[in-house]
């Protein structure tokens, strides 16, 4: 055992020693073999269990890259340079810094032929950072707007069936989340401001699979409310347009419980006493 765990240590510090080394940039390589050599790097096996006899020299393909924009700055490896280091930063699963840098790449260079790939990674890079519908929802936005940007584009491109499908996705996390803020205010018995939140759904996410949903629980929120009109109206739209669906059972029987059902009238506003006159 103990020789095994000597040999191990032997081999991490020989690991150490050579990735060191790698670090140091030769002086005489061209911007076309410094690139080539931070892609090859980029691109290789990151290799199995355990990872830290094959992992990717990240320090090597960064310093590599950042030479060739440094000493090459007007050759086109420069740009590419740029792009790759997003790549770089993308396969650490380093997402924010990633769309950073595409961000800059086509802030730099927005005619460039990468363009379409870098738009799509940028949007890819938010995508990957999407989280739960009861978090902040910036990054699902900023994932639609590159997606919609990419498609608005680059319409002939062969990934616009895959960004569409995400799009749609990032659409639906949206309305899951409208729909989760206005549950959150029904079972606070504040139907005002649920309704709103599912019309939200229903007027601006009306592709997703979230629109069964909000028109339900609208149609329920408006009747919770006594606005039995526009609960008729909400449910019947959705028992018309989806006469077969899950939703459209509950829709009916909601509609059976609030047939002749009318809004109360308003009561009147309690007429305020004058105030009495001051003492001169």
Known sequence: MTKILAVLVLTVSLLFVINCGSKKIPKD??????????????TADKGGFPWI??????DMIFAYLKEIQLRHTYSPYAALAELRTGDAYFEKEEYEQAAIEYEEFLKRHPGHAEAPYATYSLALSYYNEISSPD??????RLALQWF??????????PL?????????????????????????????????????????VVEDYNDTQRYQEALFLLGKA????????????????????????????????????????????????????????QQG
């Open 222 to 277: 408006y009747a919770k409310s006594d606005q039995y009109d526009l609960a008729r109206q909400t449910l019947n739209r959705l028992v018309q347009e989806f006469p077969n669906e899950k939703y459209s059972g509950k829709a009916t029987s909601l509609l059976n419980d609030i047939q002749g059902k009318t809004a109360p009238p308003p009561q009147e506003e309690k007429k305020e006493e004058p105030a009495a006159p």
């Open 53 to 58: 006899f094959r992992g990717r020299d990240y």
């Open 29 to 42: 390589l061209t911007d076309e073999q410094l690139y080539d050599a931070a892609v090859k790097e980029l």
């Open 135 to 140: 978090r902040d929802p910036l990054n699902t």
């Open 148 to 157: 919609d940007t990419f498609i608005e584009k680059y319409p002939d491109s």
């Open 160 to 200: 616009v069936p895959d960004a569409s499908a995400r799009a749609l996705r990032c659409r639906d996390r949206l309305a899951r989340r409208e729909i989760y803020i206005g549950n959150f205010y029904s079972r606070r018995d504040n139907y005002k401001a649920a309704a709103d939140r599912y019309k939200i």
